[in-house]
């Protein structure tokens, strides 16, 4: 058995759910894959795959091998670039993960320019506010925002996010303005799902005092642009990242509520899985994306306490 040509045969068929199709683009015959990957399995003195007559599925052993399979692989094409040149190490698929608001607002501008500085690179960029599994949905890279509690990951913070609370002066003037964080218990909540505290709204004051008001929301949504539609059409209270309350706040869309009073902060990472070997790709995308940031001056690099509000 030639075992790198098993092991790229068994990575594609995962990755394809199909040996036919692992075949097709590997340019073997279909019995070829099926033999080659039942020698691995003899060999291993495991079953990889469960197999129906529409597609073949990795087994919870298939699974666990294939993490390792892949970085076998990829660090083999790693060594062979290090005889080439970085224009050839710096192509192929880069898989992105970030949040809705931060990705389309603030990270598209990298994306364009370091697409732009990497032509043979194609990014695949997707926006979503849930944390996606980047070893089961096949990602390089992710933005992340708040705690992390994944011991797969590998973390660099790139810095600390302002939250403030806003509503637009409509809503305003027909339910009052806030005096006191108390007053959000009178109020209607826009509910982001993925703050933790849920409908717990814990405030830091100028003092230093805490108040935590637990608050009635009138939306939940686990889209940060629907809770900010909500915002803007004046059906409550949100809470607002602070680079993207500027904008809001310049042209009258939204007043500050509770100005002196502060959401706290929230960590910004950007992760990569950790039992796989990082390529030149990605250290230098999430390089540039720290300059980016830091030229951006909309993240806080003070080392601070991430509260359990994140």
Known sequence: MDRLTALTSFVRACETGSFSAAARELGFTQPAVSQQIRALEQHLGVRLFDRTTRRVLPTEDGARYLDHARDIL??????????????????????????????????????????????????????????????????????????????????????????????????????????????????????????????????????????????????????????????LAGLGVGLVHTPFLGAMLESGSVEAVLPDWHYPKQAVHVVYPSNRFVPLKVRRFVDGLKRYLDDLGILDEEPMEVRAAE
């Open 74 to 231: 990829e660090r083999l094409e790693a060594a062979d670039r290090v005889v080439g040149n970085e224009q050839t190490a710096m192509c192929g698929r880069l898989a992105i993960s970030a949040p809705v608001g931060f990705g389309s607002d603030i990270l598209s501008p990298y994306l364009i320019a370091f697409k732009k500085d990497h032509p043979d690179i194609l990014l695949d960029v997707s926006l979503v506010d849930r944390f996606v599994d980047l070893v089961e949905e096949r990602m390089d890279v992710a933005i992340r925002m708040g705690r992390l509690d994944d011991d797969r990951l590998i973390v660099r913070r790139l810095g600390m996010i302002g939250r403030t609370l806003a509503a637009t002066a409509d809503y305003l003037d027909r339910r009052g303005r806030l005096q006191t964080p108390e007053d959000l218990a009178e109020h209607d909540y826009l509910l982001f799902a993925h703050v933790v505290t849920g409908d717990r709204v814990p405030l830091e004051g100028p003092d230093g005092r805490i108040a935590e008001v637990r608050v009635k929301p009138v939306l939940r949504s686990d889209h940060k642009t629907v809770v900010h539609q909500a915002l």
